[in-house]
């Protein structure tokens, strides 16, 4: 029989001791928190933890807490240290999570579980491990219930946990703490950046009167008026195709995803097909329509093309629109997706369990135009904030891809 491991494939220079091998009830004492619900939620209080959040807003290692309760006699109050589990969840691999709660003197609500681990146990080394190693395994194995699932400490007293010496486990819980903070921070300049598009998207485009409520300096007449039909002509997608048309050929085709998903479209998000010279090409500046979705709000997404690649087509269940006078195709593509115009498009859908709308109706919506110059200052501004969301969106997921590599690496 092949020796079990007893180290991990990566470590820390200078650890070499073998990882030892335990059951968490040799090693923890356990509790459980006291009856709390979110109807006992207050304005101010006492800081509580419920078991809810360990789903709705996970960390390793809780620090702040942001939800009160009036405190009742024979609460459960934090040490500090402790580890907790929930004892109740909707699956066994969502109940199967641990957090660390840092500060003493916050309330632990009911259907926590409480882990005491004892001097030898780091507690952010064992919550890490609980929600992503072997134990996270053996914990969903254990958990009992259909609809709603359970976990109780008689089960959690059983479960197998392989462990270095507590320096090794400190310094193995202090790079995922450094790596979880980076992560924390990317996604809060990511979220600031959308927050920051969107306000821009509701103040820098005229509404009827004209005139913008944001402007860049030295801007000041007012806006032309007019509809879209009066500034460019629509066409239609592919027609006249079979399921066996399509995954070949020289050609390609913008894909609905593409157009539902990005203002300006991903030259990448095509497909192949044949060259068919009766079928419409989409050129530099098209702007495209989806004609159809599941609820209004989702009808009529457009996308602006910046591409110039011959032989690629719209696919047939949108509709292009090309300007007839010069537009700059970055402000087409955010003012097509601006609030003001959202709005219009919206209101044109028709249908019941699915909504439609036509190219007539969407060349008779009024819209604004600057000059050209205005133009290019505000599609450069919305062209550099994607750049900045699109480089946080890739940072995100190269540390999310670095940490899952080292979970899968640095433990047993």
Same mark, same amino acid.
């Given at each position: 029989?092949?020796?079990?491991?007893?180290?991990?494939?990566?470590?820390?220079?200078?650890?070499?001791?073998?990882?030892?091998?335990?059951?968490? #009830?040799?090693?923890?004492?356990?509790?459980?928190?006291?009856? $709390?619900?979110? +109807? %006992? @939620?207050?304005?101010?209080?006492?800081? *509580?933890?419920?078991?809810?959040?360990?789903?709705?807003?996970?960390?390793?290692?809780?620090?702040?807490?942001?939800?009160?309760?009036?405190?009742?006699?024979?609460?459960?109050?934090?040490?500090?240290?402790?580890?907790?589990?929930?004892?109740?969840?909707?699956?066994?691999?969502?109940?199967?999570?641990?957090?660390?709660?840092?500060?003493? #003197?916050?309330?632990?609500?009911?259907?926590?579980?409480?882990? $005491?681990?004892? +001097? %030898? @146990?780091?507690?952010?080394?064992?919550? *890490?491990?609980?929600?992503?190693?072997?134990?996270?395994?053996?914990?969903?194995?254990?958990?009992?219930?259909?609809?709603?699932?359970?976990?109780?400490?008689?089960?959690?007293?059983?479960?197998?946990?392989?462990?270095?010496?507590?320096?090794?486990?400190?310094?193995?819980?202090?790079?995922?703490?450094?790596?979880?903070?980076?992560?924390?921070?990317?996604?809060?300049?990511?979220?600031?950046?959308?927050?920051?598009?969107?306000?821009? @998207?509701?103040?820098?485009?005229?509404?009827?009167?004209?005139?913008?409520?944001?402007?860049?300096?030295?801007?000041?007449?007012?806006?032309?008026?007019?509809?879209?039909?009066?500034?460019?002509?629509?066409?239609?997608?592919?027609?006249?195709?079979s399921k066996e048309d399509f995954g070949h050929g020289k050609a390609r085709f913008v894909t609905y995803m593409n157009i539902y998903s990005n203002p300006v479209s991903?030259?990448?998000?095509?497909?192949?097909?044949?060259?068919?010279?009766?079928?419409?090409?989409?050129?530099?500046?098209?702007?495209?329509?989806?004609?159809?979705?599941?609820?209004?709000?989702?009808?009529?997404?457009?996308?602006?093309?910046?591409?110039?690649?011959?032989?690629?087509?719209?696919?047939?269940?949108?509709?292009?629109?090309?300007?007839?006078?010069?537009?700059?195709?970055?402000?087409?593509a955010y003012m097509l997706n601006s609030q003001s115009l959202r709005r219009k498009i919206v209101i044109l859908?028709?249908?019941?369990?699915?909504?439609?709308?036509?190219?007539?109706?969407?060349?008779?919506?009024?819209?604004?135009?600057?000059?050209?110059?205005?133009?290019?200052?505000?599609?450069?501004?919305?062209?550099?904030?994607?750049?900045?969301?699109?480089?946080?969106?890739?940072?995100?997921?190269?540390?999310?891809?670095?940490?899952?590599?080292?979970?899968?690496?640095?433990?047993?």
């Amino acid at each position: 029989m092949k020796d079990e491991k007893k180290a991990p494939k990566l470590r820390f220079k200078g650890f070499t001791d073998d990882w030892e091998q335990c059951k968490l #009830g040799d090693v923890a004492n356990f509790s459980k928190g006291t009856g $709390y619900s979110k +109807s %006992d @939620l207050k304005g101010t209080g006492s800081p *509580i933890i419920l078991y809810g959040r360990l789903y709705t807003k996970y960390e390793t290692i809780i620090r702040n807490v942001d939800t009160f309760v009036v405190p009742k006699s024979g609460s459960v109050f934090s040490k500090g240290g402790e580890v907790i589990v929930p004892g109740s969840g909707e699956t066994a691999e969502d109940i199967s999570i641990a957090s660390v709660v840092e500060p003493a #003197g916050i309330l632990l609500g009911g259907d926590l579980n409480i882990i $005491y681990p004892n +001097s %030898d @146990l780091d507690p952010a080394f064992l919550a *890490i491990t609980i929600s992503n190693g072997k134990p996270h395994f053996d914990m969903a194995r254990r958990a009992q219930g259909k609809s709603v699932v359970h976990l109780h400490n008689v089960d959690l007293k059983h479960i197998l946990l392989k462990t270095p010496n507590l320096s090794e486990q400190k310094r193995i819980s202090k790079i995922f703490e450094s790596l979880d903070h980076t992560i924390t921070l990317h996604e809060e300049k990511k979220r600031q950046l959308e927050c920051l598009k969107s306000a821009l @998207l509701q103040k820098m485009f005229a509404d009827e009167n004209g005139y913008p409520a944001v402007r860049f300096r030295g801007f000041d007449e007012a806006w032309k008026q007019c509809k879209l039909g009066d500034v460019g002509q629509t066409y239609t997608g592919l027609s006249g195709k079979s399921k066996e048309d399509f995954g070949h050929g020289k050609a390609r085709f913008v894909t609905y995803m593409n157009i539902y998903s990005n203002p300006v479209s991903d030259l990448n998000m095509v497909e192949p097909i044949e060259i068919d010279e009766r079928q419409n090409e989409v050129q530099y500046g098209d702007a495209f329509f989806t004609t159809s979705s599941e609820t209004p709000e989702e009808v009529g997404m457009a996308s602006v093309w910046t591409g110039d690649e011959k032989h690629t087509y719209l696919n047939s269940f949108c509709f292009g629109y090309r300007p007839i006078s010069k537009i700059n195709p970055y402000y087409l593509a955010y003012m097509l997706n601006s609030q003001s115009l959202r709005r219009k498009i919206v209101i044109l859908a028709q249908g019941i369990s699915r909504y439609n709308i036509s190219k007539k109706s969407v060349m008779e919506i009024p819209a604004s135009l600057p000059s050209a110059e205005e133009q290019n200052r505000i599609g450069l501004i919305f062209k550099d904030l994607d750049q900045s969301i699109t480089l946080y969106e890739h940072k995100l997921e190269l540390l999310k891809r670095l940490k899952s590599s080292l979970l899968q690496n640095m433990f047993i």
